[in-house]
C-alpha cells in the first residue's frame, strides 16, 4: 500500500480504466499476499479482469516485495511468466540475479525461485501461445546490462533493449526503453501488438487512445499502463532525468488467423 503521504484527501487519482487502455497510478496499488508465492505480498496492475469494461487484457502484469525466505515454485498450467527485478536480489534455479536482472520462466515447467533477504518484482504472465513445429522455449535469464542499448529509429535520444530472444519459439517480447529528457516517440503508433508498460525511471506524458477514449495523461515511476491491439500511443520524456519503462507485447504468432 503507498504511503499515506502520497494519497490525495480530496479523492483524485491519475488512474483511468477505458475501453482499449488503462493508466494505474501507483497512489492506487493496493497489496496482498500473492498466490502461490510464500513470505510475498504485491499488487496485481493489470488482467484480464479489466474485460468488464471492455475488451480486456490478454495478460497480467503485477509488481510484488519478497521478503526473505520468499518461494515461488511454477506450475504446470500453461501460463509462462518473466519475473524482472526492481530491486534487491533473488535466485532462480541457484542462479542470483541482482538488480534490473530477469528470468523467463517457461509454461508448464516446475521453476524453483528464492528469497535470501528481499526482492521488488515486476512480473508479466500469460498463457502460452504454441506454435505448430516449434519448440517452445525453456529457463532463461540475464541482465539488461548484457542487451545493448539500440537507437530507435536512429534517435540515439531513445534507446530500445530487446531482452527476450526474437526466435519463433517465443511469443512475448519484455523490452527496455530509455529515453532523454524532451525525447519523444517519432510518430503515434497504432498495430495489432498488446501493451503492458511499466514505469521504471522518471517522469512524461502518454498519449493514448482516440475519438472519444483520447487522453493525454502525466506518467512517472510506478504508474503502469495497458494499451489495446491498435490502440494509438505515443511517450514524450519530461523532467530533469531520463525517463524509461519496461513493457511486454506479443508476437511471433499469425495475427492473420
Request: hydrophobic content about 45%.
Amino acid at each position: 500500500m503507498p504511503e499515506h503521504s502520497t494519497t490525495h484527501p480530496l479523492g483524485h487519482t491519475r488512474t483511468v480504466v477505458a475501453a482499449d487502455h488503462a493508466l494505474v497510478a501507483e497512489d492506487t496499488h493496493v497489496t496482498a499476499p500473492l498466490h502461490g508465492w510464500e513470505a510475498a505480498e504485491g499488487a496485481v496492475l493489470i488482467s484480464p479482469a479489466m474485460g468488464a469494461m471492455g475488451r480486456g487484457p490478454g495478460f497480467t502484469m503485477a509488481v510484488a516485495t519478497l521478503g526473505g525466505g520468499a518461494r515461488l515454485a511454477t506450475r504446470g498450467h500453461g501460463r509462462e511468466r518473466v519475473v524482472y527485478v526492481l530491486a534487491g536480489g533473488l535466485s532462480v534455479e541457484g542462479t542470483g540475479l541482482t538488480a534490473d536482472s530477469w528470468a523467463y520462466l517457461p509454461a508448464g515447467e516446475r521453476v524453483e525461485m528464492a528469497v535470501a533477504e528481499s526482492a521488488r518484482v515486476l512480473i508479466f504472465e500469460k498463457a502460452y501461445a504454441a506454435s505448430e513445429g516449434v519448440a517452445a522455449p525453456g529457463l532463461l535469464h540475464g541482465h539488461a546490462d548484457d542487451t545493448p542499448a539500440e537507437p530507435f529509429l536512429g534517435d540515439p535520444g531513445a534507446r530500445l533493449q530487446t531482452l527476450l530472444p526474437g526466435d519463433a519459439s517465443f511469443d512475448l517480447a519484455v523490452n527496455r526503453f530509455s529515453f532523454d529528457p524532451g525525447v519523444a516517440l517519432p510518430l503515434v503508433e497504432s498495430h495489432h501488438n498488446e501493451h503492458g508498460l511499466f514505469m521504471q525511471h522518471g517522469r512524461g506524458v502518454y498519449r493514448l487512445g482516440a475519438g472519444p477514449t483520447e487522453s493525454w495523461y502525466p506518467v512517472q515511476a510506478g504508474d503502469a499502463i495497458w494499451m489495446a491491439p491498435f490502440c494509438p500511443q505515443w511517450f514524450v520524456a519530461m523532467g530533469p532525468e531520463p525517463a524509461t519503462y519496461l513493457y511486454c507485447k506479443n508476437v511471433n504468432r499469425d495475427v492473420m488467423a
